[in-house]
């Protein structure tokens, strides 16, 4: 069954790095792992997209290992802006939809 | 980058009546576009898989005579709410792909509240 796993929420303060893990045991061999942040009320917004060792954009960094059986997106320094819901999610090929996880909830504290 | 607009933002409508919900891609086009709701504190559900001059995909328990789906060009699918009932207030969001589904960034639309009295 393809599904990804990651925490349901995670504390942490400002100027603090937040490394969150998501699990995707399932995934195929072609398929691209890419994070989202939602605010309340609003469409998901893409963050970063792998799909193997790493990637680093303006906002955050992803780590895939070489089984590609997780990943982990990584906010350097977040402030109370960064508060948000956080999702890894895949393409699947075998089912031809995309597979979403519950969703990270951070918070981050002054 | 490529952008997903929906409209609109927010509905309020009485039970019984009919809401449509559009979902564009406003810098690219798309042959398939995936409709979700979301209910507060949750995470998406997709509801359909909606391909451009063809018959949308529901999801299994996602009734197709309730929530019409057409997707009439590669910029434009709507998803119409039938006979709404307050069990059907919830928040929907539309999603496009500019190429390739699974190795190409799937962009989300801003949402739709939609509320049922």
């Known amino acids: 069954l393809a599904k990804t796993t990651q925490p349901i929420s995670m504390d942490s303060y400002e100027g603090q790095e937040v490394n969150i893990t998501c699990s995707h045991n399932?995934?195929?061999?072609?398929?691209?792992i890419t994070w989202y942040q939602q605010f309340p009320s609003q469409g998901p917004r893409f963050i970063i997209q792998?799909?193997?060792t790493k990637v680093t954009n303006e906002v955050a960094s992803l780590f895939i290992p070489a089984d590609r059986k997780s990943s982990t997106l990584s906010l350097p320094r977040v402030s109370l802006s960064d508060t948000a819901v956080y999702y890894c999610?895949?393409?699947?090929?075998?089912?031809?939809?995309?597979?979403f996880g519950t969703g990270t909830r951070l918070k981050v504290l002054a | 980058g490529a952008v997903v607009s929906q409209h609109p933002s927010w509905v309020i409508c009485k039970s019984g009546t009919s809401v449509k919900i559009e979902c564009r891609s406003l810098?690219?086009?798309?042959?398939?576009m995936f409709w979700y709701r979301q209910f507060p504190k949750q995470s998406l559900m997709l509801m359909a898989t909606?391909?451009?001059?063809?018959?949308?995909?529901?999801e299994q328990g996602v009734e197709k005579d309730k929530f019409l789906i057409n997707h009439a060009s590669l910029t434009l699918s709507t998803l119409t709410v039938t006979s709404a009932h307050p069990e059907d207030s919830s928040f929907y969001i539309c999603?496009?792909?500019?190429?390739?589904?699974?190795?190409?960034?799937?962009?989300f639309g801003p949402g739709t509240r939609l509320t049922v009295l």
């Open positions: 999603s496009a792909t500019p190429g390739d589904l699974s190795t190409d960034t799937q962009y």
């Open positions: 399932n995934i195929a061999t072609n398929d691209y």
């Open positions: 792998g799909y193997k």
């Open positions: 999610l895949y393409f699947s090929s075998g089912t031809y939809k995309y597979i």
């Open positions: 810098d690219f086009q798309a042959t398939t």
């Open positions: 909606s391909n451009e001059g063809s018959k949308a995909t529901y």
